[in-house]
């Protein structure tokens, strides 16, 4: 860790109309921890996500990742990190060394670095065997695994990661954060995840900020959190401070899609 | 350029791959083909137009063409939400450079898509005049594509749901090709008919390769392919901005 974040978000609010999504969310997080976002559906953990990866311009207050402003300097934040969104962003009518070898050209990664960087991704995340296979014919976990090492193709200083578990079946979850954990020793990446999963927060993050309607209620370690409301698990720490259990909020037009979307994928 | 290449690569190489998608999409205009071309081919003969299959011919080739590009832009929609467009909206590269790639990858698909019912048309018995003006007439067809996709790319970057999509298809394609004169003549139409198909710019790209591969051209080729360049930089441009504004 560095003595200086890497990621600084002050005061940030993001109204969509009238609805607030992020309402005055102000966190450090340094250099080479991992960092989670545990909160449920409709939280906004995507909205901030968002914001940090240029997406979206906050409605008010400020955002630095790496000294710089997302919203102002979109280009130079973007080399900066690699991101997992919480829907698939491959393409799955390509191999999954077809879709790293656009990812490096998008992010101007010379050809020979660009080969060599893949092979050692791609072998890092169980994909090598697999890497001349239509990414179509891959399982939910592998898809995840390879949009991982795809956001890692650049050597970014921070990864984000929006849900990755999410859909993943517990072998495929406990496989994808035993990779989480080493990219993060063996690369030195900054990781900045979402989750609504307590157990994962747990077991990944160094520091956990507890997230609900647009505001952050609590942030420390796992062991902090629990010590905070004389709780001894993350999930009755969380009941604690929010008074309620992690639940899924209403749906919005995108969730439909998506439920749409894993009828029409099977 | 790179950027661009590696998008347009993409697009062809989906299209390459994807078989039983060209083998379905070809199930339209063989039907048009098929039964309008030699449906209503005794009639036109009658009227004492000529061969009514050497007449459609080069509208079912606009038509291919337009259903093709619009459709690659259509599918945007979903590509938003569940595919790759996003992983190149957070690219440290200009949304123009995006943009033009894939305008350019569907342009070329609609274009490939083309020749095959061109080839199709040829099977049918449809007899260019002159085989030095084929390759012109190619010129004009990938103008077409240009427009078309790059209408595709404004509309799939401004829609928000997939409901959007039978809109598009029952209000904008659908008439874009009836009233395009790919298979009536502009000539005598209803008044107001007439001013619809005028503006319409594919009655100008199928003008424009009707004339060049039968000779027989209601405004002259000059003309319609002033026109095509002129729809073609403002549908780019139109669809640019528009790309420029998603917000993912």
Same mark, same amino acid.
């Given at each position: 860790?560095?003595?200086?974040?890497?990621?600084?978000?002050?005061?940030?609010?993001?109204?969509?109309?009238?609805?607030?999504?992020?309402?005055?969310?102000?966190?450090?997080?340094?250099?080479?921890?991992?960092?989670?976002?545990?909160?449920?559906?409709?939280?906004?953990?995507?909205?901030?996500?968002?914001?940090?990866?240029?997406?979206?311009?906050?409605?008010?207050?400020?955002?630095?990742?790496?000294?710089?402003?997302?919203?102002?300097?979109?280009?130079?934040?973007?080399?900066?990190?690699?991101?997992?969104?919480?829907?698939?962003?491959?393409?799955?009518?390509?191999?999954?060394?077809?879709?790293?070898?656009?990812?490096?050209?998008?992010?101007?990664?010379?050809?020979?670095?660009?080969?060599?960087?893949?092979?050692?991704?791609?072998?890092?995340?169980?994909?090598?065997?697999?890497?001349?296979?239509?990414?179509?014919?891959?399982?939910?976990?592998?898809?995840?695994?390879l949009e991982i090492a795809r956001g890692l193709l650049h050597t970014p200083k921070v990864l984000f990661l929006d849900e990755p578990t999410l859909g993943l079946d517990p072998q495929s979850r406990n496989q994808m954060w035993t990779h989480v954990r080493n990219l993060n020793q063996a690369e030195r990446v900054t990781v900045f995840?979402?989750?609504?999963?307590?157990?994962?927060?747990?077991?990944?993050?160094?520091?956990?900020?507890?997230?609900?309607?647009?505001?952050?209620?609590?942030?420390?370690?796992?062991?902090?959190?629990?010590?905070?409301?004389?709780?001894?698990?993350?999930?009755?720490?969380?009941?604690?401070?929010?008074?309620?259990?992690?639940?899924?909020?209403?749906?919005?037009?995108?969730?439909?899609?998506?439920?749409?979307?894993?009828?029409?994928?099977? | 350029?790179?950027?661009?290449?590696i998008l347009w690569l993409r697009e062809v190489k989906k299209y390459l791959r994807s078989r039983v998608q060209i083998v379905a999409s070809l199930g339209s205009p063989l039907m048009y083909l098929g039964v309008l071309g030699f449906g209503l081919g005794p009639v036109f003969q009658r009227a004492g137009e000529g061969k009514y299959?050497?007449?459609?011919?080069?509208?079912?080739?606009?038509?291919?063409?337009?259903?093709?590009?619009?459709?690659?832009?259509?599918?945007?929609?979903?590509?938003?939400?569940?595919?790759?467009?996003?992983?190149?909206?957070?690219?440290?590269?200009?949304?123009?450079?995006?943009?033009?790639?894939?305008?350019?990858?569907?342009?070329?698909?609609?274009?490939?898509?083309?020749?095959?019912?061109?080839?199709?048309?040829?099977?049918? =018995? #449809?007899?260019? @005049?002159?085989?030095?003006? &084929?390759?012109?007439? /190619?010129?004009?067809? $990938?103008? +077409?594509?240009?427009?078309?996709?790059?209408?595709?790319?404004?509309?799939?970057?401004?829609?928000?749901?997939?409901? =959007? #999509?039978?809109? @598009?298809?029952?209000?904008? &394609?659908?008439?874009? /090709?009836?009233?395009? $004169?790919? +298979?009536?003549?502009?000539?005598?139409?209803?008044?107001?008919?007439?001013?619809?198909?005028?503006?319409?710019?594919?009655?100008?790209?199928?003008?424009?390769?009707?004339?060049?591969?039968?000779?027989?051209?209601?405004? $002259?080729?000059?003309?319609?392919?002033?026109?095509?360049?002129?729809?073609?930089?403002?549908?780019?441009?139109?669809?640019a901005w528009r790309f420029s504004k998603i917000e993912a």
């Amino acid at each position: 860790m560095s003595d200086r974040p890497i990621i600084r978000v002050q005061h940030v609010v993001k109204s969509f109309g009238k609805v607030t999504a992020v309402n005055d969310v102000t966190f450090d997080v340094w250099a080479g921890e991992i960092f989670a976002f545990l909160g449920p559906n409709g939280a906004g953990k995507t909205t901030t996500i968002k914001m940090l990866t240029t997406l979206l311009r906050p409605t008010t207050g400020s955002l630095e990742l790496d000294g710089l402003d997302p919203a102002a300097d979109q280009t130079e934040v973007r080399k900066r990190f690699g991101v997992v969104f919480q829907d698939p962003s491959l393409d799955s009518d390509l191999t999954a060394w077809e879709n790293m070898d656009i990812h490096g050209v998008l992010y101007h990664v010379p050809r020979q670095a660009r080969r060599e960087r893949s092979e050692t991704l791609l072998r890092m995340f169980e994909l090598w065997e697999r890497r001349d296979d239509l990414v179509k014919t891959f399982s939910g976990g592998m898809k995840r695994r390879l949009e991982i090492a795809r956001g890692l193709l650049h050597t970014p200083k921070v990864l984000f990661l929006d849900e990755p578990t999410l859909g993943l079946d517990p072998q495929s979850r406990n496989q994808m954060w035993t990779h989480v954990r080493n990219l993060n020793q063996a690369e030195r990446v900054t990781v900045f995840l979402t989750t609504h999963y307590m157990d994962e927060a747990d077991r990944v993050a160094d520091r956990i900020a507890v997230i609900d309607h647009g505001r952050i209620v609590a942030m420390g370690s796992s062991g902090e959190l629990k010590q905070h409301t004389g709780t001894d698990s993350l999930e009755a720490a969380f009941l604690t401070l929010t008074g309620t259990t992690i639940r899924d909020e209403s749906a919005t037009a995108a969730d439909q899609l998506r439920q749409v979307s894993r009828v029409w994928r099977r | 350029m790179s950027v661009v290449y590696i998008l347009w690569l993409r697009e062809v190489k989906k299209y390459l791959r994807s078989r039983v998608q060209i083998v379905a999409s070809l199930g339209s205009p063989l039907m048009y083909l098929g039964v309008l071309g030699f449906g209503l081919g005794p009639v036109f003969q009658r009227a004492g137009e000529g061969k009514y299959l050497q007449f459609m011919a080069p509208g079912v080739i606009g038509m291919t063409v337009l259903f093709t590009a619009m459709f690659s832009g259509i599918a945007m929609l979903w590509d938003r939400q569940f595919g790759f467009l996003k992983e190149t909206l957070v690219a440290p590269v200009p949304r123009l450079l995006i943009m033009i790639g894939r305008t350019l990858g569907g342009a070329t698909v609609a274009v490939l898509q083309g020749t095959l019912i061109f080839v199709v048309t040829l099977i049918a =018995g #449809f007899r260019p @005049v002159s085989l030095l003006a &084929v390759p012109l007439a /190619f010129l004009v067809i $990938g103008l +077409i594509a240009v427009i078309f996709s790059a209408l595709a790319t404004a509309i799939g970057s401004s829609l928000k749901e997939m409901q =959007g #999509f039978q809109m @598009v298809m029952n209000f904008l &394609v659908m008439p874009t /090709f009836f009233l395009s $004169g790919a +298979i009536y003549p502009l000539e005598g139409l209803p008044r107001v008919l007439g001013a619809l198909t005028r503006v319409d710019p594919l009655t100008y790209g199928v003008d424009g390769v009707r004339g060049l591969l039968t000779g027989r051209t209601h405004f $002259g080729v000059a003309v319609d392919v002033a026109v095509l360049l002129g729809v073609g930089v403002l549908f780019v441009v139109f669809g640019a901005w528009r790309f420029s504004k998603i917000e993912a």
